[in-house]
């Protein structure tokens, strides 16, 4: 290094630094030593012999614990209201058979529109029930039931109350094609009998129950009790004999009129000494041959005629209703007859308007 200038580099000539003298000449070298001999490697040990693997114990399987008990099933939920179903679209195939006549009443005459014959109609699985039932009376002269004929000036059943014929007629039709009573005198009556036992009214073209399913109850006309009635003469005139028809029909198709005795004996306890005794009774005719016809009209308007025509109705006595019954001088029954009894209501007629039946779903 320069002394002046501190540079490695200068050669002293910019700095004019002091010159240097000649090098001498370089020493030799000394001989390297030769490397030592390298001593043979050991010899490796045997390996040492290897153990005998121990034998594997058995392994025994436990005992299968008990299966735990079963909890109790969790309480159903209730069942939701199901919703109302719309009505069937045109396109739909639901059932309607159109009226058909019941079965059990072939002693209508052709001709008798003004009071149609009982029909029976089934739409999907309801079946309806229409027209009037009329309990035959038997035809003497031809045996069978009396054939019925209503129409304009023309009621065939009208005079068969001893009045033109030697024979009174007040007891029903008994034989095949006629109504059958039950036994023991018990207030009923069932239609279309074959003589023995009463059959199905509904025709196959309305309920074929193979097919169609059973009926699953017995049903009763929702009006209740039902008025019957009976057209008869009095002479110069005419009147109606009146009684009280509950009307059925049960899973056989058997078409049934209970009488107002039928009820009036409990299941528990009655006899005939039951029989007659509810106020129904003053709507059930109970009459005397050669007996004058009662009168009801209306005090105020009939106290003028009231020799020719009597009355229900007189003046209040202290705010008391007389209750005093009337009767007509000129008009009587042609026969008795107790409408209460089944055995007495030949002639009579009622409407089934309103009953129907289900059949199962």
């Not at 017995?218 to 009095?234: D, E, F, L």
């Not at 005419?238 to 028809?245: G, I």
């Not at 001088?329 to 308007?353: H, I, M, P, W, Y």
């Amino acid at each position: 290094m320069c002394t002046k200038c501190k540079d490695n580099t200068c050669n002293g000539s910019h700095c004019k630094a002091l010159p240097i003298g000649l090098r001498g000449p370089r020493g030799y070298d000394g001989l390297q030593g030769k490397q030592g001999i390298n001593g043979p490697q050991g010899i490796q040990g045997v390996q040492g012999i290897q153990g005998i693997q121990g034998i594997q114990g058995p392994s025994i399987q436990g005992t299968k614990g008990t299966q735990g008990i079963q909890g109790n099933p969790g309480t159903s939920g209730a069942l939701g209201t199901q919703g109302i179903q719309g009505p069937q679209g045109p396109s739909g195939s639901l059932v309607d058979t159109g009226w058909h006549d019941l079965l059990g009443f072939d002693h209508y005459a052709v001709g008798s529109g003004y009071l149609p014959k009982p029909k029976a109609r089934r739409i999907g699985k309801i079946i309806y029930f229409k027209g009037v039932a009329m309990i035959p009376l038997e035809d003497l002269s031809k045996g069978g039931a009396l054939e019925w004929k209503y129409g304009s000036n023309i009621d065939t059943y009208y005079f068969y109350d001893g009045t033109n014929n030697p024979v009174l007629q007040k007891a029903p039709f008994t034989g095949p094609g006629g109504v059958w009573l039950q036994p023991g005198n018990n207030g009923s009556l069932r239609f279309n009998s074959d003589g023995i036992n009463p059959q199905n009214v509904i025709p196959t073209a309305v309920w074929n129950q193979p097919v169609d399913g059973n009926i699953d109850d017995v049903y009763v006309n929702p009006a209740g009790w039902k008025i019957g009635q009976r057209s008869i003469s009095t002479g110069s005139n005419s009147t109606l004999l009146t009684t009280m028809f509950s009307v059925t029909i049960n899973e056989q198709g058997l078409l049934t009129f209970g009488l107002v005795k039928d009820s009036e004996e409990s299941v528990e306890q009655g006899g005939d000494n039951a029989y007659h005794t509810s106020p129904l009774n003053f709507l059930i005719s109970n009459v005397v041959a050669n007996q004058s016809t009662p009168v009801f009209t209306n005090y105020a308007t009939d106290a003028p005629n009231a020799k020719i025509h009597s009355r229900l109705l007189s003046a209040p006595i202290v705010n008391l209703q007389n209750l005093q019954q009337f009767y007509s001088t000129s008009e009587k029954f042609k026969f008795s007859c107790n409408a209460g009894n089944e055995e007495e209501v030949g002639g009579f007629q009622v409407r089934l308007d309103g009953l129907m039946a289900f059949l199962e779903a």
